[in-house]
């Protein structure tokens, strides 16, 4: 099967079957489809080296995995690479997924990715609120989409980039209403690091929801830089060691979600009925805590799958800045929040008594 064969089986001209096979963008999507369709079909397969002369470009996208983070070998990462793996399959390209070991080792493998022409553009999970990948793939004019915003502070408008992200500050802002609703008054809030953007973003949402509620702020109430279980443990045991201690905790991620079950644990509290508890990332560890974990869960397949398409889209020329796409993480319910058994001053009590 030749390209001229193709071709007439298509009824279209061999260039224009060409130019859908290499995404030109005056080449309409439907017909795109429907000449990668059929070539499948027929078991046309072009010869990559031969497209990678005539379009300089090898169709592979690139993602590069830090191997220091501490969330690295989370399970939820296989249903992002399998989203990803799948669209860009479809398009008929295809995902290369390498590792760093530091911060200073990721700028190296995005440069030897880049100089060795290993892929068109590169898929950035993470972002920082000033990201130094970013700044270098800009600097080199490599395309690249953000999984997450990045600049916080700066306006919209003058943001800069393709992004696709979940709308975490909206799940914190429900997830204390949701609190606030069940009758807790006094509700506390785990953070991550200050280097994400995500971080800042949710903590708005949870000052957001506070306000929503009725409910003043307190800084007393307020953790940050939990990311790890033990993290997260020991910031809640600051938390129920104040005079007036929550009696629900809102997260930013789930992992020092779970943390926080060890260390009411160790004091003698009960999950979902002393404290209760909401998380956010939707891991396959917190359905199987005991009581199951509320959490705002992330469709992390479909984030794959979105962005391998927005930055296929921003390689064959569109913009940017019109690749950018928003979505929402789900309330999954279990049993880590209720109404309050105890009120602050009685929760105090308690742990006083222990």
């Known amino acids: 099967m030749t390209i001229n064969d193709l071709a007439a089986h298509l009824g279209m001209s061999k260039s224009t079957v060409s130019r859908a096979m290499n995404g ?20 046309y ?12 470009r090898v169709r592979a996208l690139a993602l590069v995995l830090q191997m220091d983070e501490p969330d690295r070998h989370n399970p939820f990462l296989q249903e992002f690479l399998m989203g990803a793996c799948e669209t860009a399959s479809g398009f008929g390209w295809t995902l290369t997924v390498s590792t760093a070991l530091s911060d200073a080792d990721m700028q190296r493998v995005l440069e030897r990715l880049i100089d060795e022409r290993k892929a068109d553009g ?39 980039g393709s992004w696709y992200d979940i709308l975490g500050e909206a799940a914190m802002c429900s997830a204390v209403t949701r609190l606030a609703g069940l009758g807790h008054q006094r509700i506390g809030y785990v953070g991550s690091t200050e280097n994400f953007n995500y971080t800042h973003l949710r903590r708005e949402g949870f000052k957001a929801g506070l306000s929503a509620a009725g409910l003043a702020f307190d800084a ?11 993290e997260g443990a020991d910031a809640v045991r600051g938390l129920m060691a104040l005079s007036t201690p929550p009696t629900g905790i809102v997260f930013a991620t789930d992992m020092p979600a779970l943390g926080a079950y060890d260390a009411l ?9 002393d404290v209760s508890l909401i998380g956010y990332d939707g891991v396959p560890e917190a359905e199987f805590a005991r009581p199951g974990l509320t959490t705002y ?29 928003v979505s929402e993480a789900l309330l999954v ?21 222990m």
């Open 333 to 353: 319910e279990r049993h880590s929040d209720g109404p309050p058994a105890l009120s602050s001053e009685e929760l105090a009590a308690k742990l006083e008594k």
């Open 24 to 43: 030109y963008t005056d080449i309409s999507e439907t017909t795109r489809k429907r000449v990668a369709s059929t070539a499948k079909k027929l078991g």
């Open 220 to 230: 007393d109430l307020m953790c940050q830089g939990a990311r790890t279980r033990a």
């Open 297 to 325: 869960n992330v469709d992390t397949r479909r984030a794959g799958a979105r962005l391998a398409e927005l930055l296929i889209r921003q390689i064959r020329g569109e913009a940017p800045e019109t690749l950018r796409e």
């Open 265 to 273: 644990g160790d004091l003698g509290l009960s999950v979902g009925q």
């Open 122 to 160: 590169f898929i950035l999970p993470r972002t920082e609120v000033s990201d130094p990948r970013v700044a270098m793939l800009r600097e080199r004019n490599v395309p690249h989409v953000m999984f997450g915003r990045t600049e916080h502070g700066v306006p919209p408008a003058q943001q800069r």
């Open 45 to 56: 397969q072009p010869l990559s080296h031969a497209q990678a002369i005539r379009t300089g």
